[in-house]
């Protein structure tokens, strides 16, 4: 390969990085528009598949639900877990809420959502 053809995949290269290290999870998990699942990794490096359920603001900071696509061990099928997204961090990475009373809250708020979203609904259907 020539020296210019280098050059030139080099710099591609480099815009690509450039690119991927202004990627943000917020970017995905706030776009109403996004049906695409989820992936993230997990302390061993496997990727694993989620749907996202909701978002929820709380305390501050921003929490995400995530029902895993793929089988995750100790977590039955119908179950979700709740994330908080770290904006520590730069990129933001989204963690696994450890506190069980903090995750019961974002369930409990989450729930009462879909039940604000349900009597709008039927108000709407009268």
Do not use: C, H
Not at 90 to 100: A, M, S
Request: glycine share 2%.
């Amino acid at each position: 390969m020539d020296k210019k053809k280098i050059q030139k995949v080099e710099e591609i290269s480099k815009e690509v990085e450039e690119e991927l290290s202004d990627f943000d999870i917020l970017d995905i998990i706030l776009d109403e528009n996004n049906t695409e699942p989820l992936i993230l990794q997990d302390e061993k490096g496997k990727q694993i598949r989620f749907e996202q359920v909701a978002v929820i603001p709380y305390n501050e900071k921003i929490y995400v639900i995530l029902k895993p696509i793929d089988k995750i061990e100790g977590v039955e099928d119908d179950q979700a877990i709740v994330f908080l997204a770290d904006e520590t961090k730069r990129p933001t990475v989204l963690v696994p809420e450890q506190d069980e009373k903090i995750a019961v809250k974002i369930f409990d708020e989450y729930y009462n959502l879909v039940e604000e979203a349900n009597k709008k609904k039927k108000g709407k259907k009268n």
